[in-house]
């Protein structure tokens, strides 16, 4: 089964990015390679529990079991040590990845309060873009009443070339709703 997204990509965005864009094979048209969302988990230093909460959470979220980040290096004005366990991601691709886009386009953006678009430029010099998102109670698979601890996260959507202004145009094609300047 495809995803409705991906369907999407490949009927309507690929020909109207070649058109637009003048590029003649369409594998020239830059893709999404990866999805990835991470919680970077801060208070797990001193309670481990709000990290297995935010695993929880983030399982619920994109359907797959997240791994665990830890830290690289001590500082020890935040109290950390080298290896403790700091957060955990999530890296989603092919359909699973499309039905996490789908649904964060269709479905949780437009539950933000005073939602008015997401930043247009949060774009690297790769052509990928971050959004960040202050709370997962957005997410309709996270049943508010029960949660413990709230918990933002950055995703990530990593696509495998081009520049800002065509991965731009790929987000917005299916459905990303930029903000208007």
Avoid at 47 to 62: G, N, V, Y
Avoid at 111 to 118: A, C
């Amino acid at each position: 089964m495809i995803a409705r997204l991906e369907d999407k990509y490949k009927n309507e965005v690929v020909s109207a990015l070649q058109s637009k864009f003048n590029i003649k094979n369409k594998m020239a048209v830059p893709r999404i390679k990866k999805v990835v969302v991470n919680m970077g988990v801060g208070d797990a230093i001193s309670d481990m529990k709000i990290l297995d909460s935010a695993q929880a959470d983030l399982m619920k979220i994109t359907g797959q079991k997240p791994v665990i980040t830890r830290a690289k290096k001590a500082i020890s004005n935040f109290k950390l040590r080298e290896g403790l366990p700091i957060g955990c991601k999530v890296t989603l691709r092919r359909a699973r990845m499309y039905e996490f886009l789908d649904r964060l386009i269709a479905i949780t953006l437009p539950r933000i309060r005073d939602f008015n678009g997401v930043s247009n430029k949060a774009f690297d010099k790769q052509g990928n873009y971050t959004l960040g998102l202050s709370d997962q109670s957005i997410f309709p698979e996270i049943d508010a009443g029960k949660m413990q601890h709230t918990q933002g996260m950055d995703i990530t959507v990593v696509f495998d070339k081009g520049p800002k202004e065509q991965t731009q145009e790929i987000l917005s094609l299916l459905g990303m709703p930029f903000r208007k300047n």
